[in-house]
């Protein structure tokens, strides 16, 4: 009750479209924001990256994320800003080596067992993301009133399949093996993650974050009493945190790819709102989850990249499922860096004619 | 009606313990086979593999292929043989060039648009395809009496994601980007598969396959709408197609990661056996498929690689979730190549020490 009076104070006072929604209002139409809409699809963004030797540099120049942050809301009406970082940060400042290879994907020096959780050093978490916090506060002070700022973190799940995998995965096999024969080791990981998570998050909150959004990209590909250890309990845990260091700031969690298990995941975690990916059909989402619960998402990217009939079809169809419920516009994954800008205002102008 | 009751009346003739469970019947212990259980992780498959020199020379070859069928047999208590071969024969005896490279996947030159679709010959499909036959035939002789032959297809939709792309894919872009913004050259594409399907399955029925198994590996990657015209409609056509061809003999149709669509999915196909993946709950499904499918899955294939007590707890889960449903229990993916022999000893041992 608390928490939900905080949101209604806070939504009235700034009367931004995002807060309202998480508050649990209906708008018409939806508040938008595109996940991933900083990001090589703008030339702005792939000019301003090409100024950089690596893309974690980008992450940590405050002012080029800043500006890379703010390029989007430049062009477009959007409502909400994210922080423009990578989840792979949360690694680097515990300690791990990270390398972005130019059309490769990140690299990291695998964790092999428990005993190289001594590599790991959470002390130093703080010092180390410093000048993202940096980039959060200007960002506070300098978004347009209406719009949200978003923070974010990879969830435990997610990062430690990197962290155990030493990159991308078709299958995070190193991970799904560790957790099934190293459980004492793998809940060891999960917890310092799921306290550094919690730590990160509660510092953005702290330097001007409104919302926090918890990005579980990799949560589809567990059996279905694994994804209640490794992402459910761990979500649970960062809101319940969250919750008490910060109450009235809401949480939007994306548990990717998780089905049928949508409806536990938010029962035990209750987020403000939840993100749903690409694969989740609308009106099952609509049916199957609580009514105060913002729904966000979910355009396939690849309709916003193909434009045309199929765009204009497919944002109808999502609109119409969630008219009656609290709804943020998103894609249902991260923008494609071969999208077409005009098919992101294309996206705009068919969500605005038919709202007002 | 008449089709039941053709599965009953087969079902009595052979009592193969699948059929039975196809046919409606609750068994325990449930019979038992494993997708992918001829294959790498048997020394003896290595030996046969490392004899030809190309991986669809041993899917061509009658007597290899046999022998590779029927080696999991000669080990394991199992109830069924699933035909040796590729889902990629299909575009290959429709004329596409297909090579698998070590330790690289499959290559195939892309289809391009509406124009390549003349490089596909449907006419030469039985001709190409008939050392299949030779091996189902050879098989449907030779097994032993309570174990039951499975045929195998790809689905349209996996089959056009591998023939648009030239390969695997993580995304499938390129299939998932035609789909939408080509969607009569896409259209004509997977009516020529579905046809194409049925007439394979028609084929392998007539030779001996007495179930036939249609996967979608990449049904999971589109939205509800694309999921509902690429992968429901098409396996629900290929169903009825061999409904009337061939009534009485048992589809299991594998639509792979579609989550909160499988119960759409089994509504408009109604094949006789659904195979779940690795992530559907069990609970979920039980409570949302009808009570007279046959459910067969879904092991996580790295429960059995890494064995002891999380392969022990997991066999007794999905056994209890389905103890009162016909189910076939099998994985919920392709067995691992790391897979050690004797986990698959105690996955049979789980199950046969708690079912009798």
Redesign the interface.
């Known amino acids: 009750m608390r928490k939900e009076e905080g949101l209604e104070k806070r939504a009235q006072r700034v009367a931004k479209p995002v807060l309202e929604v998480l508050a649990g209002r209906v708008l018409d139409p939806p508040p938008l924001w595109l996940m991933r809409q900083a990001g090589r699809y703008l030339p702005e963004y792939r000019e301003v990256r090409a100024r950089v030797s690596g893309f974690l540099e980008l992450c940590y120049t405050p002012e080029l994320a800043v500006e890379v942050t703010l390029q989007p809301l430049r062009r477009f009406p959007l409502d909400a800003a994210i922080l423009f970082s990578d989840i792979l940060v949360v690694p680097h400042a515990l300690g791990m080596e990270v390398r972005f290879l130019e059309g490769e994907g990140p690299k990291l020096e695998p964790l092999r067992g428990p005993a190289d959780l001594a590599r790991l050093d959470a002390d130093r978490l703080h010092e180390r993301l410093r000048p993202v916090y940096g980039t959060v506060a200007t960002l506070a002070r300098e978004l347009p009133p209406r719009v949200t700022l978003i923070g974010f973190s990879g969830a435990p799940w997610t990062l430690a399949c990197y962290m155990l995998e030493g990159g991308g995965s ?1 299958d995070w ?1 190193a991970a ?2 560790a957790a ?2 190293e459980p004492a080791f793998f809940e060891r990981l999960i917890g310092l993650l799921t306290d550094s998570v919690v730590a990160y998050l509660s510092a953005q909150i702290a330097h001007g974050a409104e919302v926090v959004q918890l990005f579980d990209s990799w949560a ?8 209640r250890r490794w992402v459910i309990e761990p979500a649970r845990r960062i809101a319940e945190a969250l919750a008490a260091r910060h109450p009235g700031v809401p949480l939007i969690a994306f548990p990717r ?6 409806p ?1 995941f938010v029962e035990a975690v209750r987020p403000a709102g939840v993100g749903l990916d ?8 609509r049916d ?1 989850l609580p009514g105060d619960t913002a729904l966000q998402g ?1 355009l ?1 990217p ?2 916003l ?2 434009g ?1 009939d ?1 765009l204009a079809e ?1 944002v109808a ?1 999502i609109r119409d499922a969630f008219r009656a419920r609290p709804h943020i516009f998103n894609l ?1 994954h991260g923008i ?1 860096p071969q999208t077409p800008v005009a098919h992101v205002e294309a996206l705009i102008s068919h969500l605005h004619s038919r709202g007002r």
Do not use: F
């Open positions: 078709k096999l799904r093996r099934l024969a589809g590909v567990l059996p279905e009493s694994e994804t790819g998780i089905g049928p298990l949508y536990a690409t694969t989740v059909p609308c009106g099952w989402a199957a979910n396939d690849v309709t990249l193909v045309g199929p497919e169809r249902g494609l």
